[in-house]
C-alpha cells in the first residue's frame, strides 16, 4: 500500500493568531479562578512584552504565566476550565493567518494526512484539529488525580519530534514529500525531519536557524503573504 503524504502545523501563532494557551489563562482570570494578585502579575508582564521592554520579554511573560497558571490549576474546577476552553475557542477558532488557511485548504484538497502538534491544551487543540479537518493532534494533557487538576502537565511543546514520529507510525504516513510549518524555536525538532520545512513568521532564532539551512521562510504581515525561497545567491521574494 502506497504511504500518505503528510503536513504539520503547530497551531500557536503559525495557524491561529494568538496563543491559545495564553488566552485560555486569561479567561480564567478574567472568570475570576486566579487570584487578582496572580491575573495582575500576568498582566503586567504581558505589556512589558507588547511594549518590547526587553529582548527576553515575552519569554519572562510566557514563563511568568505557566508559573501562575499551574498553581491556579489545582483550584479550578474541571467544568470550570472546560468552559474557559469553550469560550477561547469560540472567539478564536477562525481568527487564521492568510498563509496557513490557504495552505492547509490546498493541502487537503490534494490528499495529504493533516496533523498538529502544539504546547497549547489538549482540549482545545482537539477541537480546533477537528474543526479545522485535521486528522489527528497531539497537545499538553493537563494530570488529574481524583478528578482534580495536580497543577502538572504532559507537553509535547519540546518533543514535537518524538510526537511526529509517533503520528507517522500510528497513520502509515511517508516522510517523503512531507512539509512542517512552525514559528518558533520550539518547532525545529519538528521541521528537521520533514522534506520541505516552512518557517513561518519566525521568531529570532527560528529565522536563524532557516537561514542556516536554507528553509523556505514565510513572513505574513497584513494580509500580505511574503514567500522568501533560499537561492545559490541567498533568499529572494518568490
Known amino acids: 500500500m502506497k504511504q500518505?503524504?503528510?503536513?504539520?502545523?503547530d497551531i500557536d501563532g503559525t495557524l491561529i493568531r494568538w496563543q491559545l494557551f495564553h488566552a485560555i489563562v486569561h479567561e480564567l482570570g478574567k472568570q475570576g479562578y486566579m487570584d487578582e494578585t496572580s491575573h495582575q502579575k500576568i498582566r503586567n508582564a504581558r505589556m512589558k512584552w507588547k511594549?518590547?521592554?526587553?529582548p527576553d520579554s515575552f519569554k519572562e511573560y510566557e514563563t511568568l504565566l505557566l508559573g501562575e497558571y499551574m498553581v491556579a490549576l489545582q483550584t479550578i474546577p474541571p467544568e470550570q476550565y472546560h468552559r474557559a476552553v469553550e469560550k477561547v475557542f469560540?472567539?478564536?477558532?477562525?481568527?487564521?493567518?492568510?498563509?496557513?488557511?490557504?495552505?492547509?485548504?490546498?493541502?487537503?484538497?490534494?490528499g495529504y494526512l493533516l496533523f498538529a502538534i502544539s504546547g497549547s491544551q489538549d482540549e482545545i487543540v482537539q477541537k480546533l484539529a477537528a474543526y479545522h479537518g485535521f486528522d489527528a493532534a497531539v497537545g499538553?494533557?493537563?494530570?488529574?488525580?481524583?478528578?482534580?487538576?495536580?497543577?502538572h502537565v504532559e507537553s509535547p511543546v519540546h518533543s514535537k519530534d518524538t510526537a511526529l514520529r509517533e503520528l507517522v507510525s500510528t497513520y502509515g504516513a511517508s516522510f517523503t514529500g512531507s512539509i512542517a510549518v512552525?514559528?518558533?524555536?520550539?518547532?525545529?525538532?519538528?521541521?528537521?525531519?520533514?522534506?520541505?520545512?516552512?518557517?513561518f513568521n519566525p521568531e529570532a532564532a527560528l529565522y536563524a536557524h532557516a537561514k542556516k539551512h536554507?528553509?523556505?521562510?514565510?513572513?505574513?504581515?497584513?494580509?500580505v503573504v511574503y514567500e522568501l525561497d533560499h537561492t545559490n545567491k541567498g533568499y529572494v521574494v518568490a
Open 214 to 223: 536554507g528553509w523556505k521562510i514565510v513572513v505574513e504581515r497584513k494580509n
Open 182 to 199: 512552525g514559528d518558533s524555536v520550539s518547532d525545529i525538532a519538528m521541521l528537521e525531519l520533514v522534506a520541505q520545512p516552512i518557517a
Open 140 to 151: 499538553a494533557k493537563l494530570i488529574t488525580i481524583e478528578g482534580k487538576y495536580t497543577g
Open 51 to 54: 511594549n518590547r521592554g526587553n
Open 90 to 110: 469560540d472567539i478564536y477558532k477562525d481568527q487564521l493567518f492568510v498563509y496557513t488557511r490557504s495552505l492547509l485548504q490546498q493541502l487537503k484538497k490534494a
Open 4 to 9: 500518505a503524504k503528510f503536513a504539520v502545523f
